[in-house]
């Protein structure tokens, strides 16, 4: 359940709908604590996931940057590099 939500903004491509839904998605299921609601919780549960959804929409398509966009690819590459460089074992030295 504490996969990170991802930064959406400034990218080639834009965020699509998909992606959007999913941070939702786990905002809410992070201040919940539910992975899953029971039935009760149901529809407050997806309801605010709708909510967080258009709000994050709303946020995407008001923000401005200077910057140029950076590029998906390229940094879901850079992602894996520091990944495999933090989370690297060593071998043991041979006995």
């Avoid at 699509?16 to 809410?28: D, G, H, N, P, Y």
């Amino acid at each position: 359940m504490c996969r990170n939500i991802r930064t959406l903004f400034n990218f080639t491509p834009p965020a699509t709908e998909e992606e959007i839904r999913a941070s939702a998605l786990q905002f809410v299921r992070k201040l919940s604590g539910f992975t899953e609601p029971s039935k009760t919780n149901e529809a407050a549960f997806h309801q605010a996931v709708d909510d967080v959804a258009e709000a994050a929409r709303r946020l995407l398509v008001s923000l401005k940057s200077g910057a140029q966009p950076r590029d998906r690819g390229m940094e879901a590459a850079k992602a894996r590099a520091r990944s495999q460089k933090r989370f690297a074992k060593p071998w043991p030295a041979p006995q």
